[in-house]
């Protein structure tokens, strides 16, 4: 099974750790939430496996960190000063205020049997361009109405990595086709943020720019969606929640040639199947706007520079053609956020133990668990039996996360690691002392196997994976 909907999740989250509202002290700040011990924990496993699938297990990628705050000039540029933005309407009736395309996800306050826009009260302006850009101001004499010192919130973390072409191609020296990665934070100014995690103003980005060919571009592009499909099932993420959507024509950015998007089933409780599906990530052939945009050379009809701010022309010379053009990019690029959402939702399942009480087994993939290993005494009165599990928790430490808890009845120390998808326990008992062995406990099978100390160890890392 998976979570039956969001709000599971929600209250998962903030019982166990994982995410709690941010400012909650202070009432809140709609729509921004601060991660806890295991979500940071989690957070760090994904996009540390997303890292080292692309830059460190392949050839062709290199990764790098570029600033929040960039030049205006690259958002003028890149289009997103002129065209990144939703249309927004009010309603002068409830005074809210929402995004004209996603009125059908948002319930009229007033009359919530019906989406925001359709009640009979609804008095809706036309909708007006509203610019999802965080706008703030640099250096020590700025005002917030100087335009001089105006400067962005990056709203993607792909920009970043176009303005940088010609200096990875030329510290690296790479040959076509290569891929630039980049994690970090974007902000959007959504004017809907919701769903817990799923759409919020401050989140984070996983995103890589493959740079090729413009007649390799197709065949790459689809190779990027099947591999990205793969890498979510490889996580753990069961193929009955994941399908793919093909972007129509009047739904592609100006600059896009094709682009799917992965879903999820975000929303299993909805009656209207096509309803339970959102956006998990989107992998678009972006042709070659991004490097021909940024770059000084290109020119109009007239002969007139399209970018005379620029410095640089980040075309690419093909040495054996000896030719020179601007490649072709795909770019598969997904949120941190979302995909730990998802990855939260597929893992939930409830069980019922022999006592008829029903137990929460967060089914987490081993290598993506916050916490590998939980050591536990029989009894926490009994000096040795803690000594020696604070030993163990000690020596299997630096090899995986583990930790040491005896706070509690076995029975619920067990229940807690369970709900936070620890997949294994270690309890030391009585005999323990006596044989060198100690109880190793499966989270999803909840099978008991004595095993000796000398070979706990090697034998938790095969399980582990
Ligand atoms: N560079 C392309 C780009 O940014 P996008 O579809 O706008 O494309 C990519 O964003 C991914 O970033 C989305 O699929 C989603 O996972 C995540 N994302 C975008 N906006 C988000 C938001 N407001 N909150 C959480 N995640 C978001």
Redesign the pocket.
């Known amino acids: 099974m998976s979570a039956p909907n969001i709000e599971t999740i929600v209250s998962l989250a903030k019982r166990r750790g994982f995410v709690y509202p941010a400012s909650e002290i202070y009432g809140g700040l709609g729509s921004a939430w601060d991660y806890g011990p295991l979500g940071v924990e989690l957070a760090n496993n994904i996009k540390n496996k997303w890292w080292n699938w692309l830059v460190h297990e392949r050839d062709d990628i290199e990764g790098i960190d570029s600033a929040i705050i960039q030049n205006r000039l690259l958002w003028k540029y890149s289009g997103h000063e002129t065209t990144f933005s939703d249309p927004l309407v009010d309603c002068r009736a409830c005074k809210g205020r929402y995004r004209f395309d996603k009125l059908q996800d948002v319930k009229c306050p007033l009359d919530p049997s019906v989406c925001a826009g359709s009640g009979k009260d609804c008095d809706l302006t036309p909708p007006r361009d509203f610019n999802l850009m965080f706008r703030t101001t640099i250096g020590a004499v700025s005002t917030d109405e100087d335009e001089s010192a105006l400067a962005y919130l990056r709203?993607?973390?792909?920009q970043g990595i176009f303005v940088n072409f010609a200096n990875v191609l030329n510290t690296s020296r790479r040959k076509l086709p290569f891929g630039i990665a980049q994690i970090g934070k974007?902000f959007?100014n959504?004017v809907t943020?919701g769903n817990f995690?799923?759409?919020?103003?401050e989140?984070e980005?996983m995103?890589m720019e493959y740079f090729c060919r413009a007649e390799d571009a197709p065949r790459l592009h689809q190779e990027w969606i099947d591999s990205f499909v793969g890498w979510f099932r490889s996580l753990g993420v069961s193929v009955k929640n994941l399908k793919l959507y093909e972007q129509q024509k009047n739904e592609l950015a100006h600059y896009a040639a094709r682009c799917v998007?992965i879903l999820y089933r975000f929303f299993p409780e909805r009656d209207d199947e096509t309803k339970q599906w959102d956006?998990?990530?989107?992998i678009?052939n972006r042709t070659d706007f991004d490097l021909k945009t940024h770059s000084k050379k290109p020119e109009d009809a007239e002969g007139k520079r399209l970018n005379p701010d620029s410095t640089e022309d980040l075309s690419y010379f093909d040495e054996a053609t000896k030719q020179r053009f601007y490649p072709y990019c795909i770019?598969p690029?997904?949120?941190v956020?979302?995909?730990l959402l998802a990855i939260l939702m597929d893992a939930y399942s409830e069980k019922t133990n022999d006592k008829g009480e029903m137990r929460v087994i967060l089914k987490l993939s081993p290598q993506l668990a916050p916490i590998k290993v939980a050591v536990l005494p029989l009894a926490k009165n009994k000096p040795e039996l803690v000594e020696m599990a604070k030993s163990i928790k000690r020596d299997l430490q630096p090899s995986m996360r583990t930790v040491y808890d005896d706070t509690g009845g076995i029975g619920k120390l067990y229940a807690r690691q369970d709900e936070i998808g620890t997949p294994f326990c270690v309890t030391v008992d009585h005999e323990s002392l006596v044989d060198g062995a100690v109880t190793l406990r499966d989270r999803d099978s909840w099978a008991q196997e004595r095993i000796n100390l000398s070979v706990l160890e090697d034998s938790l890392q095969k399980r582990l994976g």
Do not use: H, K, V
């Open positions: 709203p993607e973390t792909a974007s959007r959504e943020p995690i799923f759409r919020t103003r989140f980005q995103e998007d956006e998990l990530m989107g678009a770019e690029a997904a949120g956020n979302r995909a």
